[in-house]
């Protein structure tokens, strides 16, 4: 597919929310590009959150969130929390309950702090500041870059999810930045596993991170 070509009769289509993280665009556009059969349209944060609604998302097959939105960096006071929009938390629930795919990315899973609901949906959260979560009093999120490690998919699962999963080998080594954070996994399905130690020792701290320092 052509970089930057609309596919209006693509199979499927996707509308992507960005901004509030730094990425390279272009190439996570090229992602999207070397998918055959879909279709992605970019709406940069805060207007995305503007078409997070069933009669936004009617063109769209599926949401992905590779966004980070409600949390301002300020140089002078480090970290300010904005709570969303009125009109994106009655939304966003009709998306999910019209039973919408969202597919959230990285990131995402530091968005909107100060929504409770959304971390539910999501089945966790990066913290960048120590917080109460579920009743819990937690600590801010490590993260750290370019870690090589194992993936696995779960025992079981490749048979049970076996769209997800065609084409992946049922083990495959990666580069990447991994999250330290809360996930709430009683109340989701693990489909794959890290071999690396997940151990506060082995990442940065995020809320020293927006202090400057590592």
């Known amino acids: 597919m052509t970089a930057g070509v609309i596919r209006y009769d693509a199979p499927l289509k996707a509308l992507v929310a960005v901004r509030g993280h730094p990425f390279e665009r272009d190439a996570f556009g090229d992602v999207f590009e070397a998918m055959e059969g879909v279709s992605a349209t970019f709406v940069d944060q805060p ?24 949390l301002d960096f300020l140089p002078a006071d480090g970290l300010r929390l904005v709570d969303p929009p009125s009109a994106l938390k009655t939304g966003l629930p009709a998306v999910l309950e019209a039973g919408k795919g969202v597919v959230a990315l ?55 999810f076996r769209p997800i999963f065609k084409g992946v080998p049922s083990a495959f080594d990666l580069t990447d930045e991994l999250y330290l954070g809360e996930v709430f996994e009683h109340d989701v399905t693990p489909l794959m596993r890290s071999n690396f130690s997940f151990t506060e020792e082995h990442f940065y701290s995020a809320s020293e991170a927006v202090a400057g320092r590592m």
Do not use: N
Request: proline residues 8%; hydrophobic residues 40%.
């Open 47 to 70: 207007a995305a959150a503007q078409l997070m609604t069933p009669e936004g998302l009617a063109p769209f097959d599926v949401l992905c969130l590779y966004d980070m939105p409600g």
């Open 106 to 160: 990285h990131h995402a899973l530091a968005g909107w702090p100060t929504w409770d609901a959304f971390s539910d949906w999501l089945g966790g959260r990066f913290l960048y500041q120590p917080a109460a979560l579920r009743g819990r009093r937690c600590s801010d999120s490590g993260y750290r870059h370019d870690v090589a490690h194992q993936v696995t998919v779960e025992p079981g699962l490749a048979d049970v």
